[in-house]
């Protein structure tokens, strides 16, 4: 019987966002950490009514529950990095178009005090953890998780993500978390794809 869970794959290759994202952090990051959220989410549901369930149900069947804590931890960092690869593609970034545009200059008080206030989200986040724009209530907001946490436990809708675990960014750039995530926001971020989550 095969698994229920599988490693998505990858919407690039795996060197297609370098130099921001290097084909060694990428190897690592998808290849090793992604997997083993995939590979541990299957043992831990293996003859459990979960593993019928789709990601989005059992994260919010188990989001805040401290004895099903391992499967919420695994599915939840499977649904964040699918996310995050799918946040981001080659040669993107800048200022977006669109529905987005205009509200994050209603919402957020233009892309310069976005882009200023979801750097300092992402890098002050303590510890591992992630940073959103998402829509909740009509409207656009700013917020962080820690670990596996995710906004979609709750009634928000993710429309971009920036991983600030270590693995997604130390080998390439160390310490400097900073530098990572500005580079992610001027050379990555796909709002394109965030238009479509938005329904514009």
Do not use: C
């Not at 099903?68 to 990095?81: D, L, T, V």
């Not at 986040?125 to 596996?148: D, H, P, Y």
Request: net charge negative; hydrophobic share 40%.
């Amino acid at each position: 019987m095969s698994a229920p869970f599988t490693l998505p794959p990858l919407p690039y290759a795996d060197d297609a966002l370098a130099p921001v994202i290097s084909a060694n952090t990428m190897g690592f990051h998808y290849g090793k950490h992604h997997k083993t959220y995939v590979d541990n989410l299957n043992k831990l549901v293996d003859g459990t009514d979960f593993a019928q369930q789709s990601l989005t149900d059992i994260i919010k069947k188990t989001a805040g529950d401290k004895e099903k804590a391992g499967i919420f931890n695994n599915a939840a960092q499977i649904w964040n990095h699918t996310f995050f690869w799918e946040s981001m593609k080659p040669s993107a970034g800048g200022k977006p178009t669109g529905k987005l545009a205009s509200m994050i200059d209603s919402d957020l008080g233009g892309y310069d005090k976005f882009k200023t206030d979801f750097a300092q989200a992402a890098i002050t986040q303590f510890g591992s953890g992630w940073a959103w724009l998402v829509s909740e209530n009509g409207k656009l907001a700013i917020k962080k998780t820690g670990n596996a946490e995710t906004p979609i436990s709750g009634n928000a809708t993710p429309l971009l993500t920036i991983d600030v675990w270590e693995h997604a960014y130390y080998l390439d750039y160390q310490n400097r978390r900073a530098d990572f995530v500005n580079a992610v926001i001027d050379k990555l971020l796909d709002w394109d794809r965030a238009n479509e989550r938005l329904g514009a």
